[in-house]
């Protein structure tokens, strides 16, 4: 998985294939395990290099591609995967270097990796930067610019809580779909089989997951579409929406369909969703999504939502979940950091205000939208609002319900923070037509 990684997929992805191929010769145990060191190895990158040039000969970004890989499956094991005994995690990286046609590069392997134990034992690190941008960015495996925005967005002791983290292992949510199933029954059906799901206080209709559950198409109520993987955070995004029953709804940017369906349950099911994407492969897994917790109301398209201009003045609801760096989700997708750049970001900040103005057109009198994103990147967020009001007098950002004004201590913003909030990093506002409000 980390080969495929290096190549350019997605961590996620190439673990869902890999899992097809082989899960069913794995325990949950071993699944877990193999997520942990998999993600974990792609997270810590940057100190796993810096380890590697501190006790290796040769720079890790010098070294062939595949033993550094390997090397940093090994290390990950000896810094992080405490319960794997070092003598194992030597060894089977050694084997494995030998299984992959390096067997003349064993002996480096081992010789690293022994090192390493050494200072170990001698509670000896790799000196880190003296530059505190640098020092932080190097101990916190985090590229150069995204650490100099945190330090300057957060104060130091919040900023090293943030890194810290986005390089552990989150947690799972469902989210109960209202539909099928009450969150007692889930929690009972999930307790029967000695997997006991916790309440989520700023999510009413969703359970917190056990560490290590395996893999959920085999968890109870699965089958019958009674919950669906979605983090706390993103469980409040659906209903600043107000959706009825009857009510037009476009999501602008639905795949892979999470909000999506969540505003179909909100519904009851009654009206109509349309849900645009413009990947056909994306909306692939929405409409099978959506068969399993058996709803009917949503239709896809696949669409630059750009340009609907067949959609102008028809919603009553329109999502705008925005394309953008996703830096709320670090800990959930592991190779982001080091595939984002300054330069990408600028491009999403565009993007974005290209479909803020799209969605505009979308409402009709009357209506509501709703701006939501999964970064905490401020110019991703209030700050294309503030654009869009000043350039659109004729709409207004609403207030949040009071239970969410007093979990993020804003109005009119909802902006999540992990070592705020425990949770994703969500920002997500309310938009309505001033005239419509007047009325």
């Not at 997929?9 to 010769?25: I, N, P, S, T, Y």
């Not at 081992?110 to 690190?125: H, K, M, P």
Request: charged fraction near 20%.
């Amino acid at each position: 998985m980390l080969r495929s990684v290096a190549a350019g997929a997605f961590a996620d992805v190439a673990l869902e294939r890999e899992f097809r191929r082989h899960g069913k010769q794995l325990s949950a145990a071993d699944r877990a395990l193999t997520m942990e060191l998999t993600y974990g190895s792609i997270r810590q990158r940057r100190l796993l290099d810096h380890w590697l040039d501190y006790c290796g000969a040769v720079p890790a970004q010098q070294q062939p591609p595949l033993l550094r890989w390997l090397l940093h499956l090994g290390l990950y094991q000896l810094l992080f995967a405490h319960r794997i005994p070092e003598a194992v995690a030597v060894s089977s990286t050694v084997e494995l270097a030998k299984a992959h046609g390096l067997g003349s590069l064993a002996a480096v392997v081992n010789g690293i990796l022994r090192a390493v134990v050494r200072c170990r034992q001698r509670q000896e690190e790799p000196p880190l930067p003296r530059q505190p941008t640098a020092r932080f960015a190097a101990r916190h495996s985090l590229p150069d610019w995204l650490a100099a925005l945190l330090l300057q967005w957060l104060p130091e002791e919040e900023a090293v809580t943030f890194a810290t983290l986005i390089n552990q292992p989150p947690h799972l949510d469902l989210r109960i779909n209202r539909l099928r199933a009450t969150v007692a029954e889930v929690q009972a059906a999930w307790g029967a089989v000695d997997q006991p799901l916790l309440p989520i206080a700023m999510a009413p209709q969703g359970l917190q997951l056990p560490q290590g559950v395996g893999a959920m198409a085999q968890q109870p109520g699965y089958d019958t579409g009674q919950w669906s993987v979605q983090d706390r955070a993103a469980q409040l995004v659906a209903p600043l929406l107000q959706p009825q029953p009857g009510h037009v709804v476009v999501d602008m940017c639905a795949a892979p369909g999470g909000k999506t369906t969540h505003i179909a349950e909100l519904m009851g099911d009654q009206g109509r969703i349309i849900a645009v994407d413009h990947s056909a492969g994306r909306l692939g897994r929405l409409q099978r999504n959506a068969r399993r917790l058996g709803l009917r109301s949503i239709q896809t398209r696949c669409a630059d939502a750009r340009a609907l201009p067949h959609l102008h003045g028809c919603a009553d609801r329109v999502l705008l979940d925005a394309p953008c760096s996703g830096l709320g989700t670090l800990a959930r997708h592991a190779c982001a950091r080091w595939r984002l750049s300054p330069e990408a970001i600028a491009k999403l900040q565009v993007l974005q205000r290209q479909l803020l103005n799209e969605a505009l057109q979308l409402v009709r009198p009357g209506g509501r939208l709703v701006y939501a994103t999964c970064t905490v990147h401020p110019s991703e967020n209030q700050t294309q609002i503030n654009v869009l009001l000043s350039q659109h007098p004729q709409w207004r950002q609403c207030p949040l319900p009071e239970e969410l004004q007093q979990l993020c201590g804003h109005g009119t913003q909802l902006q999540l923070w992990p070592q705020r909030h425990g949770c994703d990093g969500f920002f997500a506002v309310v938009l309505e037509p001033v005239i419509a409000i007047r009325k």
